[in-house]
């Protein structure tokens, strides 16, 4: 997409809402997310109302985003997501692009530094073109390489975003694996070499990653979605990009036809923040009520024109339990186990300072154990007894992990929900067969690190068991909605 006029509450406290109000979208039988209404307003605020709701979501356009309505669709519940723009510019003086990134970053010359713009020119000899809008202005391609003059200044443009609290993430177009504006002519091998092409993948990684070590630091509720694939695909066996999925929150699917690629896509893991977001704008509403079955998407729209939201949406908007507080270590720690034993397990203590209900358990994992085939996991928390693990609290839902799998945080519902008061736990990963799969993270020389014994098929042991102490820390935590 391309900005072009022509073209909250928590979880908890927005139930409260909920109680006078009815909605009857659920998830599907086929998608497990609540899939939401997605609306964009990049040229006028009709139809806003629509989406002033818990979990509704809309994206603001570059001029309109400090617009009171936006305030209002927060205070009410929603989401609202800054447009950016940070891999092209209209050409000629930055005036003619008045708002937000132009205007405050190219001030005071008001002109757009050479220097900024992307360093490989095209066959011509001119400066690479990325979209042309309907009048017939070219924008031309920003220099996104790693450590650029102009990816820094997107980097702290966004962390202001971040520290003001005005919205609740940013909807960065075109920022990928691979540049898919039509007039950049990505796959034509005459206009790119593979260096430059990779000079663009990594440039876009790095501009991600660091987004996110920022919004950790600064505001970790913030919202970064991307709109478009870390997948180069064809001829890449290198998967080059794959690694920007762990920094965004999701990925936006733009009017492209249902594939079984896509639907395959859309279920990948992100970010281990805990707010889940994978967008879909469709090309209509019967087509963006599909995309609201399949598994891994949770928001969709139907808009073929990105003036303003649609009326009515295509989905209700449903009560979302994401937007977490965290306990444990969040942190990746630095040495990786052998590989796990089936029928074992291993917890470390950590303690819980509020009180909320527990809906998710992460750990630290890889499939680089050195055996191949898929092994059985699943994560517990058990209470503190004199510093020993004691009575099971919760177990998750098992996963089967396969082998080759690279080191990312792996995320596992706790579908009983429940209420933890402050105090210690332990939380733990279990695992079954194949044995010695997967790995997982820890390290420390405090005695924190407590393992025995325990049959994989009937659940995770309650009590938890006598069992061996040792020094480490577990890179595992919890999720939780403060009460």
Known sequence: MRFSVQGGLGALAALAVFATTSFADPPSATNSYATNPLGFFYGSLTNIDNYK?????????????????????????????????????????????????????????????????????????????????????NYYMLDVRAGSAWSQ??????????????????????????????PAKWNDDTEWTEAQRDAWTYGCVDLVRKLDASRRAINPNFLIINNGLWDRSGNDPLHKGNEGQQYVDGVVLEHLTTSTYHEAYVSKDFSNLGHRRVLVIASGAAEAQHWATVQGVTNVSGQTDYTHGEAPPPVNPYPLFDRTEKFGRTSTATIPSSGLNADYKRASKFTMTKTGWLIDLEARLDGLGGVAGSQQVRLAVYRDNNGAPGTKVAESATRSLASGLQSGWKSFGVSSRPLLTPGDYWLAIHTGGTAQ????????????????????????????????????TLSIFGQYIEQ
């Open 437 to 472: 799969v997967l790995r997982d993270f820890g390290d420390g020389s405090e005695v924190n690190w407590f393992a025995n014994a325990d049959s994989f098929a009937d659940g995770s042991s309650d009590p938890f068991g006598t069992a061996s102490a040792g020094t480490g």
């Open 153 to 182: 200044r997107i980097v702290a443009f966004v962390e202001d975003l971040m520290r003001s609290h005005t919205v609740d993430g940013v909807f960065m177009d075109v920022i990928g694996a691979k540049d898919w504006g039509a």
């Open 53 to 137: 709701h818990p979990n509704a979501m809309a994206v603001a356009g570059q001029c309109n985003r400090n617009d009171p309505q936006f305030a209002l669709a927060r205070a009410a519940g929603a989401e609202v997501l800054a447009y950016v723009n940070a891999d092209a510019v209209r050409e000629g003086d930055s005036s003619n692009d008045p708002c937000d990134a132009y205007s405050a970053l190219y001030k005071p010359s008001g002109t757009v530094p050479t220097s900024w713009l992307w360093p490989y020119l095209d066959s011509h000899g001119q400066h690479r073109v990325d979209w042309i809008s309907q009048s017939g202005t």
